[in-house]
Nanobody, 115 residues
Framework: QVQLVESGGGLVQPGGSLRLSCVAS????????MGWYRQAPGKQRELVALITSGGTTNYADSVKGRFTISRDNAKNTVYLQMNSLKPEDTAVYYC?????????WGQGTQVTVSP
């Protein structure tokens, strides 16, 4: 089972940028489909972006054109570059790793977008 550690969250003004990182333990990171999810207060957790083991990406409509997911298999790391941030992007962001029967979550990192 892979262990995930997120970083890069914080407080940013509307229109600003942040880059989240998620470092995974283990030796088969390249086989995992990796995703970023978020959960705002009082709302369900939702998929933000996904990158497959083959590099195919998928985004929620609300972040298309603003967020970019990428991975560096040599560093066991997945990134989420977030540009043009809006107050509605405020949430706890979670990293997810999925492969076969394995499904792991990180502890989450808070992103707050506020003037």
């Amino acid at each position: 089972q892979v262990q995930l550690v997120e970083s890069g969250g914080g407080l940013v003004q509307p229109g600003g940028s942040l880059r989240l990182s998620c470092v995974a333990s283990g030796s088969i990171f390249s086989r995992y489909n990796m995703g970023w999810y978020r959960q705002a207060p009082g709302k369900q957790r939702e998929l933000v972006a996904l990158i497959t083991s083959g590099g195919t990406t998928n985004y929620a409509d609300s972040v298309k054109g603003r967020f970019t997911i990428s991975r560096d298999n040599a560093k066991n790391t997945v990134y989420l570059q977030m540009n043009s941030l809006k107050p509605e992007d405020t949430a706890v962001y979670y990293c997810n790793a999925n492969y076969a029967i394995f499904d792991s979550w990180g502890q989450g990192t808070q992103v707050t977008v506020s003037p």
